[in-house]
């Protein structure tokens, strides 16, 4: 609840400051637009000005000299129509020959000629300002016309409307209004701070609680924590966010606790199975070793192969998790290439017929001689392959068939390797493929070391390839997988 005061307070200061800065400047440029309002008023009434001053006050100025006589008439007649209007002179130049100004002195010796002579051409009907001859630095509103002597111009009757009166005056109001807009515009902004401050405080935190809830839970430990109800908005995704990142970590801490098993169990079988080869090979030295005299040379001999057996079976073990370890740290480098798997089912049946023939199993290929190549890695393929003819033969009795058979299918070559051996059941097969798996299927094939399948998948995964495996219990099992072909024989 702390958090949620504390950003209230924070968003409402906020937004107080910035509608007290927008009243200030929504005052200064009411301000400003009145004034230029006022003025482009005032101009445009007065815009004749100049011309009645130039038809009353005739015989002024000649072009070189100024009419002293005349000036009085000036005087009178601008202190009659308003005392407040500034009335001077100028020549071609814009130098003030005379004036016609109350109160502040004159300070100007010239004033410039490009605003009256635009306001002159557009016949005052253009809204501009021009110099203030007594200094102020303000640009002022203006009425002007041309002096004619003998119908040609020989100076400007420049008139400045209001004057000192004019800005004390509206100085005068201008403070009071001030003052009236200022309160006003304050009070309006803070009214309208206040409410926008307490809307954006609701819209942002009315499920503030409910998202800081679930990350508490969450980091309690309750794997489970969602957050719900909410899905529109920064919110919403914010609780998106927190929801499929939840459901990956929450995935991802099964998956630890599922491996962190299986490294258990790996743990458990591999230190029985290393442990039994170990012992025998211990058992039989020793009896060597002790008995040697009483020992024939026949028995000598057993003992000898059993123990040349079981260092066998060691160090498959040994390979086969060295391997393993590599495949999955992707430590052993992909050698991709183009490879005949025609030529490899061949060289691995003539591998494996002489050890199928003492089991009296019976070892076939099917293979099209015009197969294209597949693009492969060929060791880590042709290790694949053993694998899974060593279970194969393993499985199969006497009289059984295994048959290696290669076909395509789009762009890809299909392997297969079936056998008509004991089969796999039905609750087994979806676990084949796990690492050191010992159920009945495993088991039955002593001279495996329970990781030849882990590793087949293993090499499918680094192919980006898929391995099946079809089998009936009592009828036989089948393996099969694809390979793309070489991309110079797609599309043959």
Known sequence: MRTRNTLFYKIAGILTLLFLLLAFLVTNTSLKLSKDYHDEITQGLNKNVSTYIVKEVQGLYDGKTVAESKMGDLMHHVMATNPATEVYLLDLEGHILKHVAMDKEVKAKKVDLAPIKNFISNDGNL??????????????????????????????????????DYDTLLSKHQGSYIRKMSVQGMLYALIAAFIVSLLAVYLLTRNFNKITSAFQSFQKGDHDARIKGIEHGEMGLLATTFNEMADTLQSNIKDLQSVDTLRKELIANISHDLRTPIASIRGFVETLVIKDDELTEDQKKR?????????????????DLFELSKLEAKQQPMQHEAIQMAEIIQDIADKYRIIAQNKGVSLNTVYSKDLPLVYADIALIDRALQNIIDNAIAHCKKGDVVTLELTREDHNVKITISDTGSGISEHELPHIFERYRKGKFLKENKEG????????????????????????????????????IHKQYKTL
């Open 127 to 164: 809204y501009i300002k021009g110099d203030d001859p007594k200094g102020s630095g303000e640009k002022k509103i203006f009425s002007a016309a041309p002096y004619l002597h003998n119908d040609q111009t020989v100076g400007y009757i420049y008139t400045i409307v209001g004057g000192n």
């Open 303 to 319: 003992y000898m192969e059993i123990v040349i057996k079981n260092t066998d079976k060691l160090k498959k073990l040994v390979d």
């Open 449 to 484: 070391s329970g990781l030849g399948l882990a590793i087949v998948k293993r090499i499918m995964d680094l192919h980006n390839t898929h391995i099946g495996v079809k089998s009936v219990l009592d009828q036989g099992t089948a393996f099969f997988f694809t390979l793309p």
